[in-house]
């Protein structure tokens, strides 16, 4: 059964009393910022950026003196795959995620949350869905969104697809280029036009990789490098409208396949995805004819890198490549004016913002 000091609240409203910081959650439930905590003051911001977003929350409370014990910040989405991982645990694949969330058969309400999962998963159903830091699942509840919100993460503009989706559309080039080549040899130079030196590529790489977040106080409009674990299709969009306006023609490579990246950017010192995404930029080789489009990711790299070394790191030789344009947001959806993708980035500062509080600022020392 569900933990009875866990509440899931889409309300969040922190009031001040007789000198005590609280906030009132659904149901009347009311929980207590223990001034004593030294994590007090962050979970503050946290549930006021929650609340600013209308985003629900998961808090355990000390059953003693309703003290906010631990504070994790759910995913509100569509469950679009459940995969054997291995004989301990399933894989569940959420619509707005690119992140792999585990259920540990061991735990103590496996058949539970399964159950619900299949059920939310076969009804097409949004879920509230609450994972640690290790992205093990705690809990899954019904999203009832609140009437007088906005609701948290709408759509994008697209027709909604499973991850591992593609159209055949995409590969259709490559079916009449060939038998073109002498065309294309042809406009070459031409397409080297809107290629960057080496340099300039480098300079672009570092003018991204300085929106980084502080991780203690996310000022907005950061973008959550230090936060690897989800949210890059937020990050390439938002890096290839910051290119676009400097004057620069980026496009975007996908990867798909069991993912599985070190980093010192979370206290696992690892993460797991099932697809991730970054924007390339022509970048001129050595000799005139030369070309190349290398990968912009401050979230794994310090330097631009080829399509080859980007794929290579993230643990999966077999893994597939996509190149789309800059405006595919979501594989095949589209976010012209970057709602979805401020409020994604918004969403994924506070996860970093969560982490830092919970577990002090990345990067973690106890990673190699």
């Known amino acids: ?23 009132e959650l659904e149901g009347g439930r009311r929980a207590v910022l223990d001034p004593s905590d030294p994590r007090s003051a962050g979970f503050a911001q946290v549930l006021e950026g929650l609340s600013a977003q209308n985003l629900p929350v998961y808090v355990e409370l000390d059953p003693e003196t309703s003290a906010i014990a631990r504070l994790l910040i759910p995913h509100v989405s ?32 496996f058949e539970l949350l399964e159950r619900s999962l299949r059920e939310a998963m076969d009804k097409g159903q949004r879920i509230v869905l609450t994972e640690d830091d290790a992205h093990e699942i705690v809990d899954v509840r019904e999203y009832t969104p609140d009437p007088e919100g906005p609701g948290p993460l709408p ?3 697209g027709p909604p697809r499973k991850p591992w989706e593609r159209s055949p559309i995409r590969w259709l080039p490559r079916l009449w280029r060939w038998p073109w080549w002498p065309w294309w040899w042809c406009w070459w130079p031409w397409r080297r036009r809107c290629c ?3 340099q300039r590529a480098q300079e672009v ?30 990050r390439a969009h938002e890096m290839c409208r910051l290119m676009i306006g400097m004057g620069l023609s980026p496009r975007k490579v ?21 697809w991730h995404v970054a924007p390339t930029l022509c970048v001129c080789g050595p000799r005139f004819w030369q070309s190349q ?7 794994l790299f310090t330097t631009p890198v080829t399509k080859s070394g980007w794929k290579g790191v993230q643990g999966d030789p077999g893994a597939t490549l996509t190149d789309t344009d800059a405006s595919d947001f979501l594989w095949g959806a589209t976010d012209p004016n970057y709602v979805q993708t401020n409020q994604t980035l918004a969403y ?21």
Not at 224 to 234: E, K, Q, V
Not at 293 to 299: E, F
Request: aromatic share 6%.
């Open 1 to 23: 059964m569900p933990n009875p000091n866990a509440v899931v609240s889409t309300r969040i409203r922190l009031v001040r009393a007789e000198g005590e910081l609280a906030v």
């Open 78 to 109: 569509r469950v679009v795959g459940i995969r054997e991982i291995d004989d301990d645990s399933l894989g569940v694949e959420l619509e707005l995620s690119h992140a792999r969330h585990v259920l540990r058969r061991g735990s103590e309400d």
């Open 155 to 157: 759509d994008p503009e």
């Open 196 to 198: 960057v030196s080496g």
């Open 205 to 234: 790489f570092d003018a991204m990789a300085a929106t980084s977040c502080n991780p203690q106080t996310v000022p907005p409009p950061c973008i959550p490098f230090l936060y690897p674990d989800d949210g890059c299709w937020a």
């Open 254 to 274: 996908w990867i798909q396949g069991s993912l599985h990246v070190s980093t010192k950017n979370n206290p696992s010192c690892n993460v797991y995805w099932v």
């Open 293 to 299: 489009d290398m990968v912009i990711d401050p979230s």
């Open 348 to 368: 994924y500062r506070l996860q970093l913002q969560n982490r830092s509080v919970q577990n002090g600022p990345p990067p973690y020392a106890n990673c190699p």
